[in-house]
């Protein structure tokens, strides 16, 4: 099959690239290959899917309603879409809103409504996000929950294009599926976030920031995991549930909640190397703990992570000291 990735350079969107093109689909990639972090990263990331044939790139932004539509055009063999780019990260939300909104808002309505033009298209999946739970209590988290309180943009642009999804699903019968993701990491992953923070700053003997006094919880998955549940998903399409409408959303988690501390100790006995510990007070739009209910994912397609917080952690710093030449 033909399946639009969207965020093709980013890191879920290049592991998920990856893993389409190794078993023989054709995957047709767009991103605008933006300065949020490091682009050579994201340039080394595209040159090693640049080196299969079935790879196509195409350099838009998806909010760019008139490059997404030339795209869409030109590629009507696309039957899947995986939709995974998106402006990241909480804290980043209080200092640019405004590209939350072009982003995660202007670019899903873009993706979505384009993608009705596809004639043969069977699914939409795309990405939401675990902050959706926002000031949720109850652990662990489920789809069940109201999520009703988001506690930044952030997690409120991904409760958006959820409501966003279901309405095009019931209007137009589109077949979209949404996925909660939680803490991802691993290789090729993004410098803002804390496996990536922690292992620069203790190689290179700075601090390292662990908020809320280091009582923080995560449901830390690996990108293995997360690819497999992205794959698994997009394979079955939404079925026409609730009141008739084929758009529903899953967690995609490890269905475990560990310590932010126990995976500073993971990173330090892998690099064999102490941190120096900046205890901060809780930041704003975070949250204390978040924990997956997967049982609806491992049920509608046999979603099972299968990687340790300590086996994920050795993964990222081998891929880290290797790709960086730090001995």
């Known amino acids: 099959m033909t399946v639009l990735v969207t965020g093709a350079a980013?890191?879920?969107?290049?592991?998920?690239?990856?893993?389409?093109?190794?078993?023989?689909?054709k995957v047709v990639g767009i991103d605008n290959v933006n300065d949020y972090y490091d682009v050579s990263l994201k340039e080394a990331r595209l040159a090693?899917?640049?080196?299969?044939?079935?790879?196509?790139?195409?350099?838009?932004?998806?909010?760019?309603?008139?490059?997404?539509?030339?795209?869409?055009?030109?590629?009507?063999?696309?039957?899947?879409?995986?939709?995974?780019?998106?402006?990241?990260?909480?804290?980043?939300?209080?200092?640019?809103?405004?590209?939350?909104m072009h982003s995660n808002l202007n670019g899903h309505v873009v993706l979505?409504?384009?993608?009705?033009?596809?004639?043969?298209?069977?699914h939409f999946v795309y990405a939401s996000s675990s902050s959706v739970y926002g000031a949720n209590t109850k652990l662990p988290f489920s789809i069940k929950d109201r999520v009703d309180h988001p506690v930044s943009l952030y997690a409120a642009t991904k409760k958006s294009m959820e409501m966003i999804s279901e309405s095009y699903a019931r209007m137009f019968s589109l077949?979209?599926?949404?996925?909660?993701?939680?803490?991802?990491?691993?290789?090729?992953?993004?410098?803002?976030?804390?496996?990536?923070?922690?292992?620069?700053?203790?190689?290179?003997?700075?601090?390292?920031?662990?908020?809320n006094n280091g009582d923080m919880r995560r449901d830390f998955t690996f990108i293995d995991d997360i690819v497999a549940g992205v794959i698994g998903c997009l394979d079955k399409p939404a079925d026409e549930v609730d009141n008739h409408i084929p758009h529903r959303v899953y967690n995609i988690g490890n269905n475990k909640s560990e310590a932010l501390m126990d995976f500073v100790a993971a990173v330090e006995n892998t690099?064999?190397?102490?941190?120096?510990?900046?205890?901060?007070?809780?930041?704003?739009g975070d949250v204390r703990e978040t924990y997956a209910d997967i049982e609806d994912t491992r049920r509608d397609f046999g979603f099972n992570p299968q990687t340790s917080m300590v086996d994920g952690v050795t993964k990222f710093v081998q891929w880290y000291t290797d790709y960086y030449g730090v001995s």
């Open 10 to 25: 980013g890191f879920i969107g290049f592991h998920t690239s990856r893993a389409l093109l190794a078993r023989g689909d």
């Open 175 to 211: 077949p979209l599926t949404g996925l909660r993701f939680f803490t991802v990491y691993g290789p090729w992953g993004r410098p803002d976030m804390a496996a990536f923070i922690f292992v620069r700053k203790i190689l290179a003997g700075e601090p390292i920031p662990v908020f």
């Open 48 to 100: 090693i899917l640049a080196e299969n044939p079935n790879f196509e790139l195409f350099r838009a932004d998806i909010a760019d309603k008139d490059a997404v539509d030339a795209m869409i055009s030109a590629r009507q063999d696309i039957n899947r879409v995986v939709h995974l780019a998106a402006q990241a990260g909480v804290r980043y939300s209080l200092i640019n809103p405004y590209a939350y």
């Open 112 to 122: 979505v409504e384009a993608s009705r033009n596809l004639p043969e298209l069977k």
């Open 271 to 284: 690099l064999g190397k102490k941190a120096e510990i900046d205890f901060q007070p809780m930041q704003p």
